[in-house]
Structure formats: C-alpha cells, structure tokens
C-alpha cells in the first residue's frame, strides 16, 4: 500500500466536504467588526435560537441584501449540489438505462422538500438575530456601492484562491512530516514510495490530486 500527496489531499478533502454536509450548508454571514452588533429582535441569546418572527420591513430588507450578496442563489447551489452528487452515485450502482427515470423521481421529490424560496425564508431570521436594522441598511449601502458589488464578485475567488493555496501547504506539509517519520516508523518508507506514473518534479509519492467537487457555499462578502 503507498500513499502520498493524493491520500493526504484526499484526507483533507473529505474532512472539509463531510464539515460542510454534515448540516445544512453554512451561509456566511456579511460584517462589519470582528464583534456581531447586539442585536434589538432576538431570542434566548444563551441558545442561539433565531427568533421566529421578524419585523416585515426588516424582512424585506434583509432579502434585499441577500440578492445583492447572492446568498438568495444558495438554494439553488444546494439542489444543484445534492442532485449531483446522487446522480453520480447512483450512476455507479443503477446504470445509465435506470439512472435517467430514478433521477427524473429524485429530483422531482427532492425540490419538492427543499427549494431556494425554503432555504432562503430559513436564512432571514439568522440575519435578524445576529443584525439590527440600522446594520442591515449600512451593509446595504455597502453593498450597493461599486466596492460593494467588487466584492461580491471577487470574493468567491479569493476563497478559491485561499483554499487552493491552503490545501497545498498543509498537503506539503504533511508528507514532509510522514518522511521525517520513517526512521522511527520503518514501514513508512514502502508507504511513501512513489506510485506509478509519478513525476519527477514532484516529491515521492506526489502527483497533482483531482479535487473533489466542494459543497455549496454562498459568496462570502466582507466589507
């Protein structure tokens, strides 16, 4: 058995997928400060528990800046995302004569339990909880702005970019640390060995990994 960049990649990858699926797919919440404003219409803050109602006005405009941020577009990359990956599962286990009329019934069953209008209602009290008014009018006016908008388009970029960049120091990282091993641990060496078809410009064991598909994640806009 070998393993190197590939396995470590995939390690981390898989940690990161299940910490996104393992709940409802987390939407970044836009701020100004490190520290939440205290927020005027809440619940117990020592649960956490959005409020169930919130102000129609505030409602609205906390859906006005979910359009701008494209976080009202989550639902969608949420269905988007679970259809395929059970697409590409059951693709596997059906084959591609049943696939077509299983996923017709899954995907009409599946929208039918959770749409972007479902996700969307769900997010406007965790706005409301976390944010006053007078946050939600200033972080609209931000958004509203050329440098606004700038980032709403870059962000997911960046987020990328940081990921990409991320995965590879600690991929690096961690096979350095596991060859620094082998003289306690022996059996590391037949491990660490480089697979078939390995480059020479990478390290033992190295070969640039196919990235898994992420799960969905709104733009994470921050002023």
Same mark, same amino acid.
């Given at each position: 058995?070998?393993?190197? #960049? ?10 990161? %997928? /299940?910490?996104? @699926? ?5 939407? !970044? ?72 009329? #299983? ?10 339990? %959770? /749409?972007?209008? @479902? ?5 406007? !009290? ?98």
């Amino acid at each position: 058995m070998k393993i190197g #960049f590939t396995f470590i990649a995939l390690l981390v990858w898989a940690g990161t %997928v /299940s910490a996104q @699926t393992s709940t409802t797919p987390q939407k !970044p919440v836009p701020h100004t400060s490190s520290t939440p404003s205290k927020p005027t219409e809440q619940s117990d803050q020592s649960t956490g528990t959005a409020p169930e109602k919130v102000d129609p006005a505030k409602a609205a405009a906390i859906r006005h800046l979910m359009d701008l941020t494209n976080t009202s577009k989550l639902g969608d990359k949420v269905v988007e995302y679970f259809t395929g990956r059970v697409k590409s599962i059951m693709g596997q286990n059906l084959g591609q004569d049943r696939l077509p009329a #299983f996923m017709d019934t899954f995907t009409k069953e599946f929208s039918a339990k %959770v /749409s972007s209008d @479902t996700i969307n209602a769900a997010v406007v !009290p965790i706005y409301a909880h976390y944010f006053t008014t007078d946050d939600i009018d200033g972080l609209i006016k931000f958004y509203e702005s050329p440098l606004g908008q700038r980032v709403v388009k870059l962000m997911p970029q960046v987020d990328r970019d940081t990921q990409n960049v991320s995965l590879e120091l600690g991929n690096k990282a961690a096979l350095a640390t596991l060859q620094s091993m082998t003289t306690d641990y022996p059996e590391l060496k037949q491990m660490l060995q480089p697979g078939p078809g390995a480059g020479a410009e990478n390290g033992p064991g190295e070969h640039t990994p196919a990235s898994p598909e992420p799960a969905p994640q709104a733009p994470t806009p921050e002023k």
